[in-house]
């Protein structure tokens, strides 16, 4: 870090520390933007002493609870003098609580408040975030959603993965989901994205969503509950279709569903949630069409199924699961 806490007096610490809770804080967040830009434009130093929580939070959220404690004992050592450290314990105690929602950068930038958050979750596990304008998202396994809000856009972009987002409508500030080839705008409302080898779906499960391709402005869907758009990176065309909250859902409950879709992009989704990966060998095997429900708490027994009724073999590696050709099923012949 480019500061120490010996830089910052006592009092501003805590208060920066008291700043970054307040605006995690979903009830009053624009009005608690407005009062922080006041109180960083009152010292010059507040800004810093803010950013400083910031990086010491980005540090503990990557931490295991043994070097977590090492990190707060050197930023408010047990040993020192009660009164000297008891309000840095404080701020060190407020970060430690929401290290674990994601990075956060909040800028000033010509006099207007921008907020910027990069959103990860581990393999096998689901995540729920709240983001800075109540707006609600969970993030499937192994994804990544970054997150640009400034005073006239919303913008989100999933980087990798899933997610279902519950956005809080506000007409003066389009909420939109950037993902591969398409961009969806909410028009107050609940949908699912998910994101494989450039192919998109976007699943609405209340409201009504814009989706449009980011390379020709004329091809623009709208979608309404139980509608879902898909984006054909190879043939570059959005097609719409049907859907059930059971599919757009039902991963958040260790389900995925899948109607029609090749087999790659099943083993992309499956690879978020699996402790092995699983890999396809060969064209032909990365096109079959599936058509069914896997378990994410079950995908050993999915995978050695998949033989009965493809014209597949699967090799349990002990690090790596491949499928590749083999005979057609018996029932098939």
Same mark, same amino acid.
């Given at each position: ?191 699912? &994205? !998910?994101?494989?080898?450039?192919? #998109? @779906?976007?699943?609405?499960?209340? $409201?009504? *969503? %814009?989706?449009?391709?980011?390379? /020709? ?60 990966? &699983? !890999?396809?060998?060969?064209?032909? #095997? @990365?096109?079959?069409?599936?058509? $069914?429900? *896997? %378990?994410?708490?079950?995908?050993? /027994? ?32």
């Amino acid at each position: 870090m480019a500061n120490t806490q010996q830089s910052f007096d006592e009092h501003m610490l805590l208060a920066a520390a008291d700043w970054w809770t307040r605006l995690r804080d979903t009830r009053g967040a624009e009005a608690s933007v407005e009062q922080w830009l006041d109180w960083t434009a009152q010292n010059e130093r507040h800004l810093a002493a803010f950013e400083y929580v910031n990086v010491f939070g980005e540090r503990l959220g990557r931490l295991d609870a043994a070097a977590r404690r090492q990190l707060l004992h050197e930023f408010a050592p047990a040993a020192a003098p009660r009164r000297r450290w008891l309000p840095l314990a404080a701020a060190a105690a407020v970060v430690a609580l929401v290290a674990g929602t994601g990075f956060l950068l909040w800028e000033r930038v010509a006099g207007n408040a921008v907020v910027q958050a990069t959103y990860a979750s581990v393999t096998g596990q689901n995540r729920d975030i709240v983001l800075a304008d109540g707006s609600k998202v969970t993030l499937g396994g192994a994804s990544r959603l970054r997150v640009r809000f400034d005073a006239g856009q919303r913008q989100a972009t999933l980087e990798a993965g899933e997610a279902y987002f519950q956005v809080v409508h506000d007409s003066q500030r389009p909420f939109e989901v950037v993902a591969g080839g398409v961009t969806v705008r909410d028009i107050g409302t609940a949908f699912d &994205v !998910r994101r494989s080898f450039g192919e #998109v @779906a976007v699943a609405v499960t209340e $409201g009504q *969503v %814009r989706v449009a391709a980011t390379s /020709s402005a004329m091809q623009t869907l709208d979608a309404g509950a139980g509608q879902r758009v898909a984006w054909d990176p190879a043939a570059r065309t959005l097609r719409l279709g049907t859907t059930t909250q059971e599919q757009a859902m039902g991963w958040r409950s260790h389900r995925l569903e899948f109607v029609g879709e090749p087999l790659a992009v099943v083993v992309d989704s499956v690879n978020r949630y699996s402790s092995r990966p &699983v !890999r396809l060998d060969g064209a032909d #095997v @990365a096109g079959l069409s599936f058509t $069914g429900t *896997v %378990r994410t708490d079950e995908i050993d /027994s999915w995978l050695r199924a998949l033989p009965q009724v493809f014209p597949l073999q699967v090799e349990m590696g002990e690090h790596a699961v491949t499928l590749s050709a083999g005979p057609m099923p018996a029932q098939r012949r």
